[in-house]
């Protein structure tokens, strides 16, 4: 049973636009969220992350948003830029000592100059 | 170097052939992973390392073997594979006791072919 889903496997969105990335979890032990971006013959590198105790967390072009009822978070980039073409893996982990990540299958994000 | 090295990038074997993977992390990081990527699945946590102590084995067969000498090197051991087992291994590294507050460092992953 996967835990942490990402529905779209892929999307392409215009030069400049704003891409929006989801990400839905089924367990509620989650405190701690993560994105992870990935380019080709490299491994992920660590983009942003958000804390259960947050509705939101910004850096940059970069914006995580947490809905914890509906179990639910997005990465927001805008302006989408070239060079955010990659694959983006959301994460989530939870406290306790616990230092496992949950991953998604990842979406694969175009942008179109 | 500096971050996460691991060699080969790219390892084709047979299934009788013996092969390990090493992992370097230059960031004085503390914990150390393993992790499986197959064609259109999540990424797969296969060991976990702390502080050299494996803390996690998540139900790996015992065809993979891992190894943590010291806190900077973990190795994979692979014999007599499967062609299921074909997969791009990446290994990670965090710093353990910052209060769950982490992000961890992935290498750029082995890709590995078993034929």
């Known amino acids: 049973d996967q835990q942490v889903k990402q529905n779209s496997p892929s999307l392409s969105v215009q030069e400049g636009r704003i891409s929006i990335l989801n990400c839905d979890y089924t367990?509620?032990?989650?405190?701690?969220f993560l994105w992870y971006k990935k380019y080709p013959a490299e491994g992920p590198t660590f983009l942003i992350s958000?804390?259960?105790?947050?509705d939101k967390n910004e850096d940059g072009r970069f914006t995580v948003f947490l809905n914890k009822s509906a179990k639910h978070l997005s990465l927001h980039i805008v302006p989408s830029q070239p060079g955010d073409s990659a694959v983006y893996f959301c994460?989530?982990?939870?406290?306790?000592?616990?230092?496992?990540?949950?991953f998604g299958t990842g979406t694969r994000l175009t942008i179109i100059p | 170097e500096t971050g996460v090295t691991q060699t080969p990038r790219h390892l084709v074997m047979g299934m009788t052939n013996k092969k390990s993977l090493k992992c370097e992390q230059h960031?004085?990081?503390?914990?150390m992973y393993w992790y499986k990527q197959s064609a259109k699945k999540p990424l797969e946590l296969m060991f976990v390392?702390?502080?050299?102590?494996?803390?996690e084995n998540n139900s790996v067969p015992s065809r993979f073997s891992p190894e943590c000498p010291n806190s900077s090197h973990l190795f994979l051991h692979l014999h007599t594979l499967q062609p299921e087992d074909s997969a791009l291994y990446l290994c990670?590294?965090?710093?353990?006791?910052?209060?769950?507050?982490?992000?961890?460092?992935f290498g750029p992953g082995t890709r590995l072919t078993v034929t």
């Open positions: 390392y702390n502080f050299k102590e494996q803390t």
């Open positions: 367990n509620s032990m989650f405190d701690y």
């Open positions: 990670a590294s965090s710093l353990e006791g910052s209060g769950g507050r982490y992000e961890q460092y």
């Open positions: 994460a989530a982990s939870y406290s306790f000592g616990n230092e496992k990540l949950t």
């Open positions: 958000i804390s259960s105790i947050k």
């Open positions: 960031l004085g990081h503390n914990a």
